[in-house]
């Protein structure tokens, strides 16, 4: 369960500019599916999500895309701001025992340029 | 303020020390989780509760014991710490709507925990 070896993914984007966060996903099951934005020193705070009925969600700057078929997630920011740098997570959430069990990919680190 | 919120903050304690950490959920969620996040932000769920009851309990060696007195707090008892159990340690809740429906999950701040 440890990522070790694993480096966290990089994404630097000009302020201004949109940004494009992948996910790949593993549990063909999962029908649930999350982003969540983790500030330095703070927990993972929720963005957006989207269920597995639909296969586009918008919310303010933020579109979430889901492509069921190739199992991939991404994560759309208008107009980037330097308060978007964070690291965002993907997470899925499939039900277990009929309880959802939340499962995070890696992360990406969103740098943004002034 | 409603939050999720866990003490302390910050952990530091020799190894083979017993410890705990606590945390509180006032969003009047029914289900609470601990969540460990490693030095590559990794985030690995280790316990789920549902109104009191254990519902999740991934591979966490047994010297870590969950404990719900109700279903606003959730606790995280660490026996015997090693090097490796330091990390950081989130709680979260959210609300099951009966089993069948998901939400999102509310995290709390975490606890950096340093063993040495």
């Known amino acids: 369960g440890e990522s070790v070896g694993l480096h966290l993914p990089t994404l630097s984007v000009q302020e201004g500019d949109n940004s494009i966060i992948n996910c790949a996903y593993s549990?063909?099951?999962?029908?649930?599916f999350i982003w969540y934005k983790q500030e330095s020193g703070k927990g993972p705070q929720f963005i957006i999500d989207?269920?597995?009925?639909?296969d586009k969600r918008q919310g303010q700057r933020v579109t979430v895309l889901l492509n069921k078929t190739v199992k991939h997630l991404s994560l759309q920011i208008a107009a980037t701001q330097p308060g978007d740098s964070a690291v965002y997570f993907c997470?899925?959430?499939?039900?277990?025992?009929?309880?959802?069990?939340?499962?995070f990919g890696i992360g990406t680190k969103l740098q943004v340029i002034p | 303020d409603t939050a999720v919120s866990q003490t302390p903050k910050y952990l530091v304690t020799q190894m083979g020390n017993d410890k705990s950490i606590k945390c509180e959920q006032n969003?009047?969620?029914?289900?609470m989780y601990w969540y460990k996040q490693d030095s590559k932000k990794f985030l690995k769920i280790m316990f789920s509760?549902?109104?009191?009851?254990?519902?999740i309990n991934e591979t966490v060696p047994n010297r870590f014991s969950p404990k719900s007195p109700d279903k606003a707090h959730l606790n995280l008892h660490i026996n015997s710490l090693e090097l490796g159990d330091s990390a950081v340690y989130f709680c979260?809740?959210?609300?099951?709507?009966?089993?069948?429906?998901?939400?999102?999950?509310?995290f709390g701040n975490g606890t950096r925990l340093t063993v040495t």
């Open positions: 989207i269920r597995s009925n639909m």
């Open positions: 997470a899925e959430g499939p039900n277990s025992g009929g309880y959802q069990k939340v499962t």
């Open positions: 969003l009047g969620h029914d289900t």
């Open positions: 979260a809740s959210s609300q099951s709507y009966g089993r069948s429906y998901n939400s999102p999950l509310h």
């Open positions: 549990n063909s099951a999962s029908d649930y």
């Open positions: 509760y549902n109104n009191k009851e254990l519902i």
